[in-house]
């Protein structure tokens, strides 16, 4: 059934969006152990073709692209799998695909304590999920599922890195549309701890061409410690946040978040920045 010709060409038609072997290339089973090493520690949980199936056909429209003719429940072997994430991750656990995560609108994101929590999030209706696990299905390559420690990220504690020809050439505030506070008052110290992890992310990457989500948080000691949440396509559908794609792209290899409603802060550059502001990514 999966991947003769009639379903092949219905699949993009649901999916609405290109999905290229690009985009398959920022999926975390593409990631190095040394990338890995830059995320949260996780539980890579295999998904059978059943358990695609199962999951995608949540979001409607999916089962008629697929030609599913009936309901196809999850494998006893996923539910295992979960359970035993949950047991080294107590405190709950954020689960995704390889592709992207299962947030919605349908249901506040909070940690998966129990396996029914985690069937309740998996069977919610995803489009974007469901894009990727049907192109798997089509295309037949593997898409796992992913379980986190579960880590309450603030939302002024995340930001986007654009990576161009292995050099980065900006950094964003992820929630662009506010303004945080807390950027402005630790600016220097994040700065420095993004500046830090660039550089063992530009080793770490299998891509000259990206974009890195990333989070902060707080070291005892007043520093911060920056960590890899995944990786987009350098594609103008991916959210340029405080950049823009026009013309080429504005980036400029510098640091920029909203310090006040409406009022994008840019790090200075050439001399100036220099003296006042020791900005320097890595290149």
Sequence with gaps: ???NAEVTTLVP???GVDLAAKWRETFVEKYSDQLRKLMLPALE???SEQDRLAV????PGFSEALRLDAPVPISTGLSQQI???LDRFPDGVFLRTGATSFKSSLLPVTPARTVKRAMDILSLPNRRAAAFLADSLVNFYDLNLFAFPWRDIAPWSEFRIFIRD???IGISQYHHQSNFPEIATNERAIKTSLSDFSRDLLD???MDTVVADVFVERHNNGGFKTTLIELNPFIQRTDPCLYTWKNGGDFDSGFRYREAQDRPQAAR???QQMIDDPWQLPS
Excluded at 56 to 59: K, S
Aim: proline fraction near 0%.
């Design 45 to 47: 949980i295999h998904m």
């Design 56 to 59: 995608g056909a949540g979001t």
């Design 166 to 168: 292995r050099r980065i």
């Design 204 to 206: 770490a990457l299998h």
């Design 83 to 85: 359970e035993a994430a």
């Design 269 to 271: 550059s050439g001399r």
């Design 1 to 3: 059934m999966i991947g």
């Design 13 to 15: 038609s649901f999916c």
